[in-house]
Antibody, heavy 122, light 113 residues
């Protein structure tokens, strides 16, 4: 059974860089079938796609965050990670990692992590 | 960006009755060469991540009860929950995966009347 688990600091100071890691178990992140993504949800609000990555390192970002976002894969640890720079209070959210289903990048998210709340505050 | 607009924002339905949620995209999410609509529906219960209910606008994910059904094409889509159960209380989101950025509707909260 595939499982995804987010980890990282729950509190980040304004202007600093948010860093989160998603550990994948039950499948290999180097699978040629799947893409992997990050989605966030501000408290009490809706869902926003941040970006997605293929095991090869190909990345696809939301243009609204493009200049601040980096997503990368660590195949040796079966993990993929998110870095979001120059954060503000508007970046406070629950951050989810998820897997695109079997049809590649143009497919929905069929497995999600439980999410981790990141608060941006001094 | 493709803007996804859901209606209503919330609805209250009696147990055993039908709930209908609409989702409209600002441009078509129908890929004509495959005749597939790149539209999914998710359910999110409080404190939990979303779970995939429907993809390709009308295909139920494995394990999803058949009281959940999706319909529509192009820019107009509907999620129907027939015979509403107490465990269906949740927020429901539509999402397009036709183009980047992937975008979600604002969500529709379903409650018991």
């Amino acid at each position: 059974q595939l499982q995804l688990q987010e980890s990282g600091p729950g509190l980040v100071k304004p202007s600093e860089t948010l860093s989160l890691t998603c550990t994948v178990s039950g499948d290999s992140i180097r699978s040629t079938t799947y893409y992997w993504g990050w989605i966030r949800q501000p408290p009490g609000k809706g869902l926003e796609w941040i970006g997605s990555i293929y095991y090869s390192g190909s990345t696809y970002y939301n243009p609204s965050l493009n200049s601040r976002v980096t997503i990368f894969v660590d195949m040796s640890k079966n993990q993929f990670s998110l870095k979001l720079s120059s954060v503000t209070a508007a970046d406070t959210a629950v951050y989810y990692c998820a897997r695109h289903s079997e049809w590649g990048l143009h497919s929905p998210f069929d497995y999600w992590g439980q999410g981790t709340l990141v608060t941006v505050s001094s | 960006d493709i803007v996804m607009t859901q209606s209503p924002d919330s609805l209250a339905v009696s147990l055993g009755e039908r709930a209908t949620i609409n989702c409209k995209s600002s441009q078509s999410v129908l890929y004509t060469s495959s005749n597939k609509n790149y539209l999914a529906w998710y359910q999110q219960k409080p404190g939990q991540p979303p779970t995939l209910l429907i993809y390709w606008a009308s295909t139920r994910e494995s394990g999803v009860p058949d009281r959940f059904s999706g319909s529509g094409s192009g820019t107009d889509f509907t999620l129907t929950i027939s015979n509403l159960q107490a465990e269906d209380v949740a927020v429901y989101y539509c999402q397009q995966y036709y183009s980047t950025p992937r975008t979600f509707g604002q969500g529709t909260k379903v409650e018991i009347k």
